[in-house]
């Protein structure tokens, strides 16, 4: 047996900290800024401070959908913060966020500059700020914010558990892989329920709900996340795989996918948006055929 199948928690947790794989160099048991760093304003009044994941395309795709809606107040400024270089314990970034993570929002459109955090929490601000891709009334309201919250609850065992010890880890754990392998798959079957019963997945419109969804469990059932389609079987959700090539399709969301993406290919990488003008067109079709 190794190391990893024999292993005995002490009484005591102590950090190991070169214990943590790709991220060893920037996780910390504690929280707080680690230094001095304030944040750049750009000219919109929207200030995103993020990363192209999951959780930060999800604010991207819903910014660019706003702006196809007509929104104009919808016009933001994405700045890239650099996880691997420990960009989010800025000082400037914590005050945004205190728990340092992506995405995080500035809204300096009114008097007093208003501050959100957590994914989930910003696209319900920008929903009820622009009232877009967010019924107000109910049950329609209640089912769309079950399967928002739905994502926000369930894509942990997705990414921090399945993506983590499957892509992540420094070592392969196969009690790990199999405990959110099975997870992923148990979610992946629960959408692919909902998904034949409804074009989308709050209903029949499109919804944050299906915004806050397609990053995480779109990018798998396509193959763009963990390399693990073929792994989980992903071809098995067919309900799942139309409802992500349709969304896929939307032009803000090839948009919204690029925005301060640093990995992947070049052509759907767009480090930091500031104008409209950033992307280059040509090459949002790419994406969709992924």
Known sequence: MSNQDTYTPPKVWTWDQGNGG???????????????????????????????????????IMLEELLAL?????????????????????????????????????????????????????????????GALLPTTQPERAETLSWLFWQMGSAPFLGG??????????????????????????????LDKRLAEHEFVAGKDYSVADIAIWPWYGAVVKGLAYDAAEFLSTHEYKNVLRWADQVGARPAV?????????????????????????????????????
């Not at 996780?27 to 750009?42: D, H, I, M, W, Y």
């Not at 558990?161 to 790990?176: E, L, R, T």
């Not at 925005?259 to 930091?272: C, D, I, K, Y």
């Open 22 to 60: 790709e991220f060893a160099s920037i996780n910390r048991p504690t929280s707080g800024a680690q230094s001095v760093k304030e944040l750049p304003v750009g000219k919109h009044p929207l200030q995103l401070y993020s990363l192209g994941t999951p959780n930060g395309q999800k604010v991207t």
């Open 70 to 130: 007509g929104h104009e107040g919808a016009e933001y400024d994405a700045w890239l913060i650099d996880i691997r270089k420990g960009d989010q314990f800025g000082s400037g970034f914590v005050e945004v966020n205190p728990n340092s993570k992506i995405p995080a929002l500035m809204d300096r459109s009114g008097d007093k500059p208003i501050r959100i955090f957590e994914s989930g929490a910003i696209l319900v601000y920008l929903a009820e700020k622009f």
């Open 161 to 190: 558990g399945f993506g983590h010890f499957y892509a992540y880890a420094p070592v392969k754990i196969k009690y790990a892989i199999d405990r959110y392998a099975m997870e992923a798959k148990r979610q992946l079957d629960v």
């Open 254 to 290: 090839k948009r919204g996918y690029k925005v301060n993406r640093t990995s992947g290919s070049p052509e759907n990488q767009l480090r930091e948006r500031h104008d409209a003008s950033d992307f280059d067109t040509k090459t949002e079709d790419k994406i969709a055929k992924a």
